[in-house]
């Protein structure tokens, strides 16, 4: 592994995403490891988190930006989200109503901007909430906690 920059476990099975560069199984029960995404060299991209949903395995990358879900018993992409204006993505989670919640930073008006929005699996966007305070490296996750809570919050309504 060159940089390990997110984790998450699933059947078994932990997942390890090494920035810039791919995405690990780590088998739980013998310790044995494979290279599982990308498959070919072709499909390089840069992994920032995982998460894990009902169907697959979130990627979130950041060049190129996207969300990109993936079956973890075939590997085959399931479905993209890619915005349609310059955003970093940080972070993304499926809700229990099969939308997506994304921490990202840039928005249409600013992009430099932190944000919390929620995009349907259409990829409209259904709800934003903006930080209008620019804060440094791990600040921003405890921004998104606070900001995620309220957009739950909200949502249920």
């Known amino acids: 592994m060159k940089d390990p920059s997110d984790i998450c476990l699933h059947d078994r099975q932990l997942y390890v995403a090494d920035k810039n560069y791919c995405i690990w199984r780590v088998s739980a029960d013998d310790h044995s490891y494979v290279k599982w995404l990308p498959t070919k060299s072709t499909d390089m991209f840069r992994v920032y988190s995982l998460s894990v949903t009902s169907r697959g395995l979130p990627v979130?990358?950041?060049n190129p930006p996207g969300l990109r879900e993936y079956s973890m018993t075939d590997r085959q992409l399931l479905?993209?989200?890619e915005p349609s204006w310059d955003m970093g993505l940080f972070h993304g989670v499926e809700t229990t109503r099969s939308t997506f919640v994304i921490g990202h930073q840039g928005t249409t008006q600013?992009?430099?901007q932190f944000s919390v929005s929620s995009y349907h699996i259409n990829s409209s966007l259904l709800m934003h909430f903006t930080a209008f305070i620019i804060l440094?490296?791990?600040d921003y996750i405890n921004l998104y906690v606070v900001l995620y809570?309220?957009?739950?919050?909200?949502?249920?309504?």
């Open 60 to 62: 979130t990358s950041g």
């Open 79 to 81: 479905r993209v989200f």
């Open 110 to 112: 600013n992009r430099c």
């Open 136 to 138: 440094y490296n791990t």
């Open 149 to 157: 809570c309220v957009f739950v919050y909200y949502s249920c309504w």
